[in-house]
């Protein structure tokens, strides 16, 4: 088997929060969280709001703040990503394209922006390149930021991340608030970087989004991953998915049943002491409350459920 090109393995992130009277406690909000990606492969990280999908991207990129303290291990290429590693590889070889324009430095004209980025070869060409490939008009590396359209914003930031080379791109949320074809278009650039051998991670709340791209979908919930599944196992009723989250929030979409899950995802603040979908879960039992279940393979993808067969 060839090596991953990320490999993260029971990550788990707390902060350390000091109280009245020079208390301190640790909060816990990523726990054992596993998530792996080969090379040529999208995996989409996709879970509700507060499930952990930033802290990861920040963990890999080595950017959490510094009250974090942090557990398990990330591989890049088959070595450990030590923050020597992370300073070294972060623009270089492993990219973010963030979530919004408000990451363009809002003084300096976009093409300047695009070209400190370059890592190999000579920056204007290579900054002309990426702006023809993406079909950002000559004169657009003249522009500052605010003179921008949300999709040319998109073809900048995408921009920025191909001339650095990077053979994994973690993409924050591209897509919220976007056109639907430019949407489509920032799909179709992460695609376009998978086929040429890159890893791409999306990171998303929409599965609908994952789906028009990714290869694998790992769902997060309240800081933990509870699947991870091929992509063409979200459909029909959801009988090829694992976990009861996933079945239940793919049972959940307009396209399908449409109801709600009862109940809400447990804050960082007050996490259940077994598995941590256990209070919403139609198939627990006496034990779910207590024991945290592990991440095992099933059927092609791995879960985190004792009764998931
Ligand atoms: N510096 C911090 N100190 C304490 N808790 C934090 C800190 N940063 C994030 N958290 C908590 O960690 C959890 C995960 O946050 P994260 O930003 O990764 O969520 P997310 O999945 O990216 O959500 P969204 O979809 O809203 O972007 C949340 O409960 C959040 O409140
Ligand atoms: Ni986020």
New binding site residues.
Partial sequence: MTVPVLDVNDLSIS?IQYQAGMRQRM?Q?ISDLNASIQGGEILAVV?S???????LAHAILGIL?KNAFVSGSILYQGQLLSPERQKKLRGREIALVPQSVNYLDPLMRVGAQVRTAVRRGNPPEEQRKAFQRYGLAAQVEGLFPFQLSGGMARRVLVSTAVVSGARLIIAD?PTPGLHPEVVAEALNHLRQLADEGCAVMLIT?DIGTALAVADQIAV?YA?TTVEVAPAADFQGQGETLRHPYTKALWRSLPQNDFIAIPGFQP??YCLPAGCLFAPRCVMKTDRCLTAKPGMRDLRGGRVRCDHAS
Avoid at 49 to 55: H, I, R
């Fill in positions: 902060f909060l909000v879970g709001s507060g499930s952990g999908k930033s802290l703040p949320e709340h997060f800081g804050s960082p």
